[in-house]
C-alpha cells in the first residue's frame, strides 16, 4: 500500500508519443508528475532536447521535450506543468 505522499501508477498505463514528422509509438508510463514523466524508451530513437507529443489517458496532447535516455528509459519535460487534479485519475 502506498504511503501518504506516495502515488503509484495505475497499472499498464501507456501514452501515444508523437516525434518527428509523422512518427508516433505508445509507450510504457513509469513514472508521472505535473512536471513531466519517465517512460520505457525500448526502440525509440530520439535524441535528448527532441521536441515531442505525448497523449495521456484521459487527456489531449501536450508538448515536451525529451531531457535524457538512459538504460531504455526516458525522461520528459512537459512544456507546461500539468493540473494535478486532472492527473490523479492516472494513479491508483
Request: proline share 4%.
Amino acid at each position: 500500500m502506498a504511503s501518504a505522499g506516495e502515488r503509484k501508477l495505475a497499472d499498464d498505463v501507456k501514452a501515444i508519443v508523437r516525434y518527428r514528422v509523422r512518427s508516433k509509438m505508445e509507450m510504457q508510463v513509469l513514472d508521472l508528475s505535473e512536471g513531466g514523466c519517465m517512460l520505457d524508451a525500448r526502440g525509440w530513437s530520439v535524441k535528448p532536447e527532441e521536441r515531442v507529443l505525448v497523449k495521456l489517458p484521459g487527456m489531449g496532447e501536450v508538448g515536451a521535450h525529451v531531457i535524457w535516455i538512459e538504460d531504455q528509459r526516458a525522461g520528459l519535460a512537459f512544456e507546461e506543468p500539468l493540473y494535478g487534479p486532472v492527473i490523479e485519475h492516472i494513479f491508483a
